[in-house]
């Protein structure tokens, strides 16, 4: 990724800046999975309930995955969240799911993210909130 060249005023003149050179960051292979796919950051809506995270498994085999659960804390680094890390291993075509009430392992006011380890970009995470 590169950034774009873009006009700089420096002491009233402008300046055309060059682009960085940037290599792209390396695949973790630690634990021997090479993605990190994220459901994205989410928050709690006012009534949570529950909260049940979703994996599913698009690929065309098997597949051995972890799934974490992060707090992710403002100006601070995220942190596991209880049971800590979960590895399964799922089915093609098949989904697993863990929901846990809210006041236990997630809280009101928190940041959270569902972090998957993969072999295979089509095994995909999704996180619903239930109110009842």
Not at 81 to 89: L, R, W
Request: aromatic share 8%; charged share 15%.
């Amino acid at each position: 990724m590169a950034s774009l060249a873009m006009p700089v005023s420096l002491g009233g003149q402008p300046r055309q800046m060059t682009p960085a050179k940037v290599k792209p960051a390396p695949i973790s292979t630690a634990g021997g999975y090479r993605y990190v796919l994220s459901s994205g950051p989410f928050s709690l809506p006012s009534g949570s309930q529950s909260v049940d995270w979703v994996i599913v498994n698009d690929s065309a085999g098997f597949q051995t995955i972890r799934v974490t659960v992060y707090k992710c804390n403002i100006g601070a680094a995220k942190t596991a969240v209880a049971p800590g890390a979960i590895e399964m291993t799922l089915a093609a075509g098949s989904t697993s799911h863990n929901a846990n009430p809210v006041g236990t392992v997630f809280s009101m006011g928190f940041i959270y993210e569902v972090i998957v380890e993969t072999n295979d970009k089509r095994v995909v995470p999704c996180v619903d909130v239930w109110q009842d």
